[in-house]
Structure formats: structure tokens, C-alpha cells
């Protein structure tokens, strides 16, 4: 059975790489993504057009990095690992609730 943990550990620890990977290249699409509608579209409204492309993509990079450390504690559920991955659940809810309110407060006066 020790075998068969090892090769779990070492699946789990790929996958959470490739989440943190995927989450950092979506930060960085969304960065893109912001320049580029700043830049192209110069209305009074292309700042909150970008601010609401930037903050999609962030939402979607902390889903990432939620799932990257839920496979870091499923492979190492000490209770110290429990509690960091429930802290950071917390706040990382709080951001992607006031990130998607944000978006909708856009949507409405934009």
C-alpha cells in the first residue's frame, strides 16, 4: 500500500503545480486583457470596462489557487494544514464575493 500512497502524493502534487501554473497564467491573461482594453477603447467607460475584465480573471484565479490548496492539505491533512487551508478559504471567499459584487456594481452603472 506504501506504494500506491506514493504515487498518489506524487499525482496530488502535480495537479496542485498545474493549478498554481493555470492560476498564474490567468492572472497574466488578465492583466493582458486589461492593457488591452484600457488602450483600445478610450471612452469615459473603458476604465470600469477593464477593472470588470480584471476582476473575472482574478475570480477565476482564486478558484484556482482554492483547488491548488485543497489537494496540498488532502495529501498533508495535518490540523495545522486544516486550519491554513480554512483561513484561506475564508479570505479568499471574502475577496471573490467583494470582486463579483464589484463586477455587478460595474454592470449596472456601466
Do not use: C, W
Not at 491573461?29 to 467607460?45: H, K
Request: aromatic share 6%; net charge neutral; hydrophobic share 55%.
Amino acid at each position: 500500500m506504501h506504494e500506491l500512497e506514493a504515487m498518489v502524493r506524487s499525482i496530488a502534487d502535480f495537479v496542485q503545480i498545474i493549478f498554481e501554473a493555470s492560476s498564474i497564467l490567468v492572472v497574466a491573461a488578465g492583466g493582458v486583457a486589461f492593457v488591452i482594453v484600457l488602450v483600445s477603447r478610450r471612452t469615459s467607460n473603458s476604465s470600469a470596462s477593464a477593472r470588470r475584465i480584471l476582476a473575472k480573471y482574478l475570480v477565476i484565479a482564486l478558484e484556482l489557487q482554492l483547488a491548488a490548496d485543497i489537494i496540498a492539505t488532502a495529501t498533508d491533512p495535518s490540523l495545522q494544514e486544516l486550519g491554513k487551508l480554512a483561513a484561506i478559504a475564508v479570505i479568499r471567499t471574502f475577496l471573490n464575493y467583494f470582486l463579483m459584487a464589484e463586477i455587478r456594481a460595474e454592470k449596472r452603472t456601466g
